[in-house]
């Protein structure tokens, strides 16, 4: 499915359409990107599934501080979810030393290629590549990754990720629905 519009609008539908797959597909294992625990919430009704959020890190948006609350996390936790916050593989150190000296990393590109088929699928390929690192999702099969352009969902694949140390043998199996590029 493509969405007219990008964002927010789109989260209830992008995440229905990502568990029908899951159930038509008998795929486990949902990874979901979330800022402030709302799209991770949509999955509250899913069972038998393993749902993995994946948040900003400390200092994302201001040092020393998240702003996903522990109340959020809390609850996310009570639903049964696992959470991981930690250091976004396609900028983290890599984006800072550009900052700093200028140019541009391989990483940098590799997400900025990413971002050519939306915000979104470049956030399903990090934000599974993350939990796969973290070891909160098994080597070798096929998950569902959730992620967006801004706020919300709006865009759902079914992915193999890989390790970040082998991140270029994670395969994109099937876009589930994304919007179109404007």
Do not use: W
């Not at 590109?109 to 915000?119: D, E, K, S, V, Y």
């Amino acid at each position: 499915m493509y969405f007219e519009e990008k964002g927010k609008v789109n989260s209830e539908k992008c995440v229905q359409l990502a568990i029908k797959e899951a159930k038509d597909r008998n795929i486990k294992h949902i990874v979901v990107a979330t800022s402030s625990g709302y799209t991770a919430k949509l999955f509250k009704d899913v069972k038998d599934i393993n749902v993995v959020c994946v948040t900003h890190g400390y200092g994302c948006k201001k040092p020393g501080e998240n702003e996903f609350t522990h109340e959020s996390i809390e609850e996310l936790k009570e639903l049964g979810f696992k959470i991981l916050t930690t250091t976004h593989v396609l900028s983290g150190a890599e984006r800072g030393i550009s900052r700093k000296f200028g140019g541009v990393s391989p990483v940098e590109i590799m997400a900025h290629t990413l971002r050519m088929f939306g915000q979104g699928t470049k956030v399903c390929v990090e934000i599974s590549v993350m939990a796969m690192d973290a070891g909160l999702i098994p080597y070798g099969e096929k998950i569902i990754a959730v992620g967006g352009s801004s706020q919300g969902a709006d865009t759902a694949v079914v992915i193999s990720p890989a390790h970040a140390n082998n991140i270029l043998d994670t395969k994109i199996n099937e876009v589930i629905c994304k919007p179109n590029n404007f």
